[in-house]
């Protein structure tokens, strides 16, 4: 399993499509390809596909912040009211940037758990239809 997940993690981080790991998620910066260009395989499901993107989103913002919270405590003579001006800007911040790494986060662990059938395909472009 480990040989099918690792690479579709790298997908995933590079925001590429889970399947083929050539084809772009985005065509532009805050618009999301319908399907792959490359292999068809469709992004989007269903209406309210990518909620589950937001508690991935969630999940990254939390797990840096407190660590670096009581990290920057430990480490630094920073006053409570300097690590809440750091940690609430970056809990504004953070979230907005991680935003594609998230939705594409998300299409590769439904992926691996529940891999797409043949009908969530598109055809490619190239290919006749007959």
Same mark, same amino acid.
């Given at each position: 399993m480990a040989r099918r997940v690792l690479p579709m993690l790298g997908y995933g981080l590079r *925001?590429?499509? @889970?399947? %083929?790991? &050539? !084809?772009? *998620?985005? =065509? =532009? &910066?805050?618009?999301? #390809?319908? =399907?792959? @260009? #490359? %292999? !068809?395989l469709v992004f989007e499901r269903e209406q309210g596909y990518f909620i589950g993107a937001i508690y991935i989103n969630y999940a990254a913002? &939390? *797990?840096i912040a407190v660590p670096g919270f009581f990290l920057l405590s430990i480490f630094t003579n920073l006053t409570i009211d300097q690590q809440l001006w750091i940690w609430i800007s970056f809990a504004i911040v953070f979230p907005l940037l991680f935003f594609h790494h998230s939705r594409s986060l998300w299409l590769v662990l439904d992926h691996i758990f529940n891999p797409p059938e043949k009908f969530y395909s598109l055809p490619p472009k190239n290919r006749q239809r007959s």
């Open positions: *925001l590429k499509c @889970p399947r %083929c790991g &050539v !084809g772009s *998620l985005y =065509a =532009a &910066v805050f618009r999301m #390809h319908t =399907a792959c @260009p #490359h %292999c !068809g913002t &939390v *797990l």
